[in-house]
């Protein structure tokens, strides 16, 4: 991109609620099954059918606003937003216009090896619509989608990067995945995000015309989208060229962005509160009593203090099973068991097929099977064995399990007098630098002593010998 110019981006992502029923309704919430069979009469807006409130899509929105550091309203109100589209049965949406739950928060975000706090509006609970399938010259919906709950997270237009953007929508994800309230699967649909960008000469405060790339449905469309948007524009500004403010989408096949429609004016949709629904008034005691997991931030930290590098770090924030699991590992050494989990256990996962959740080979059995490595007293390529050994027979005590299978290791008594004798004949020029200087030749002795034994030397004893055999 030419550095005579800048984005400014504001992104709104719709990520649904992994609740058990929908937004308004008792219908269970489910993305698999077939077409139209979970609908209900509130769904379509049948007349007479009154909306029930999902108080479970609330706490999640309390613990979503609590995590993002937001302001959170305690008056609970829903308005109409009023607009006809296919997908829409009632001819309206409900959501929060005038009450969001929460507002003024931030989120931070890695770039570079680099930590940016990005500033976020607002968030507020809404339902989602039916989903638009279109084949050929023909539109189907399924209403299986329509009153699922979602939050819509509307982020302050503070983004100038295609990368800080995907940085931003994959921390949202992360942090969705932590706090347990949605699968944020973009390929499923249940994380949605809409770009809104437009560019600028660097150090202008204008704000240009904007245009909105709807729908992207994966980081990389969002990489993607973005650069070929704003190369765009600035060809435009330079050409001396205009352009509408307008909706696209993204084309995969062409990297393009594609006009779907013009927006000279700020539609009007007319939002009045649903009579619907009565008013709900929050208490401290309930938002004070809806706790939060550990943030992806704090996540990160904790691994990083633990010696963990950064692919291993990134794969525990993008995986929330693997994480959980790892977590309950409890053993003092902590890189070696991340070394240990993802060569062996997630290695074995993977051959096999299998999700985490599904493994028999349970944390106590890994932090048992890690306590005999970190001892040496099982051989390292015994490892995976010895997980599906547990994994087929799970009754079984582990310890028995590798008894019974011969998988211990012997342990042999350490010779230290053996050890200081080999140390001597690969350094034929030591016992000269012993007379040169003692100390730091019985220094370099112990060191190699120790790291030949792989630690478990005694260290009074070796300090004795040397002592007697150095006079």
């Known amino acids: 991109m030419n550095k005579e110019w800048e984005m400014v981006i504001g992104i709104e992502i719709h990520l649904e609620l992994n609740t058990k ?5 008792p219908v269970e919430n489910s993305f698999d099954k077939e077409a139209n069979t979970l609908v209900s009469n509130i769904d379509l807006a049948y007349p007479g059918a009154l909306p029930l409130v999902n108080s479970a899509a609330i706490i999640k929105g309390i613990k979503l606003a609590k ?13 109409r937003k009023n607009y006809f589209y296919p997908d829409l049965t009632k001819g309206y949406q409900i959501t929060q216009q005038f009450n969001p739950i929460g507002k003024d928060g931030s989120i931070k975000i890695k770039v570079d090896n680099e930590w940016k706090t990005i500033s976020i509006e607002r968030i507020h609970l809404e339902e989602d619509t039916a989903k638009s399938l279109h084949e050929n010259d023909h539109t189907m919906l399924n209403y299986n989608r329509a009153g699922v709950p979602l939050i819509e997270i509307v982020s302050n237009p503070v983004i100038h990067s295609a990368k800080e953007a995907v940085a931003y929508v994959e921390a949202i994800r992360q942090m969705a995945l932590c706090l347990n309230i949605s699968d944020a699967k973009m390929n499923e649909g249940s994380l949605r995000t809409d770009v809104n960008i437009s560019v600028r000469k660097i150090n202008s405060k204008n704000l240009n015309t904007r245009v909105e790339i709807k729908n992207l449905n994966s980081l990389a469309n969002v ?12 060809e435009c500004y330079e050409a001396n060229k205009t352009f509408l403010q307008s909706t696209k989408r993204f084309d995969e096949s062409s990297g ?13 949709y007319r939002y009045f509160p649903d009579p619907n629904i009565p008013y709900i008034q929050l208490t401290d005691e309930l938002i ?45 050494d902590i890189k070696k068991s991340a070394n240990i989990f993802f060569s062996d256990i ?25 306590n005999y490595v970190i ?44 050890i200081i004798d080999e140390i001597f004949l690969e350094n034929p020029s030591l016992s000269n630098e012993i007379i040169k200087n003692k100390d730091r030749s ?30």
């Open 21 to 25: 029923t929908k937004m308004f309704s």
């Open 67 to 79: 995590a993002l550091n937001m302001k959170i309203d305690k008056l609970i109100r829903f308005d």
């Open 223 to 234: 990489e993607k989208s973005i650069n070929y948007e704003a190369q765009y524009q600035i």
């Open 256 to 268: 393009k962005t594609v006009l779907m429609r013009s927006k000279s004016d700020a539609v009007d």
């Open 288 to 332: 004070t009593n809806t706790l939060i997991e550990e943030i992806p931030y704090e996540k990160e930290q904790r691994y990083f203090k633990n010696g963990l590098n950064s692919i291993q770090i990134s794969q525990l924030l993008n995986n929330i099973e693997y994480a959980n699991y790892f977590d309950k590992i409890n053993s003092y």
């Open 346 to 370: 997630v290695s074995y996962l993977n051959q096999n097929n299998k999700l985490i959740n599904e493994l028999k080979f349970l944390p106590e059995d890994a932090t048992q099977l890690i």
């Open 375 to 418: 001892a040496d007293k099982i051989n390292k390529s015994n490892i995976k064995r010895i997980i599906e050994l547990k994994d087929k027979n799970a009754e079984k005590n582990l310890t028995f399990l590798i008894r019974d299978n011969n998988l211990f290791e012997e342990i042999q008594e350490i010779s230290i007098d053996k």
């Open 442 to 471: 019985l220094k370099f002795i112990i060191g190699q002593v120790m790291k030949k034994s792989k630690g478990k030397a005694n260290v009074i004893e070796l300090n004795k010998k040397l002592l007697e055999r150095f006079k």
